[in-house]
Nanobody, 125 residues
Framework: QAQLEESGGGSVQAGGSLRLSCQAS????????????MGWFRQAPEKEREGVAN???????TYADSVKGRFTVSRDNTKKILYLQMNNLRPEDTAKYYC???????????????WGQGTQVTVSS
């Protein structure tokens, strides 16, 4: 059974920072974690889900223009954890953040095979 569990969300003021984590478990994901492209996505109320960042097996990264220079995606292949460091947060970053595994890198398409349940990030002005 494939499972991805996000953590680290919360409420912060504009300009603050949060670090999201996504722990992979289950043999389906963990066996191939190191080879998977892993991504972070977000969905704000009444908006469509959008790609935020992803990282491939060579640790090449792709970012949405709206988060470049503020967010950093990374991975720990030993621990099977995906991270998203978010700095200088803005109210428009408020959304539920999801991690996903096994999808297309080099773009921010949503065609990923495995998804977590999400963690809420709220940024107040």
């Amino acid at each position: 059974q494939a499972q991805l569990e996000e953590s680290g969300g919360g409420s912060v003021q504009a300009g603050g920072s949060l670090r999201l984590s996504c722990q992979a478990s289950g043999s389906t994901v963990t066996s191939y974690f190191n080879n998977y492209c892993m991504g972070w996505f977000r969905q704000a109320p009444e908006k469509e889900r959008e790609g935020v960042a992803n990282i491939d097996s060579f640790e090449d990264t792709t970012y949405a223009d709206s988060v470049k220079g503020r967010f950093t995606v990374s991975r720990d292949n030993t621990k099977k954890i995906l991270y998203l460091q978010m700095n200088n947060l803005r109210p428009e970053d408020t959304a539920k953040y999801y991690c996903a595994a096994a999808g297309p890198c080099g773009s921010l398409d949503l065609e990923y095979k495995y998804w977590g349940q999400g963690t809420q990030v709220t940024v107040s002005s």
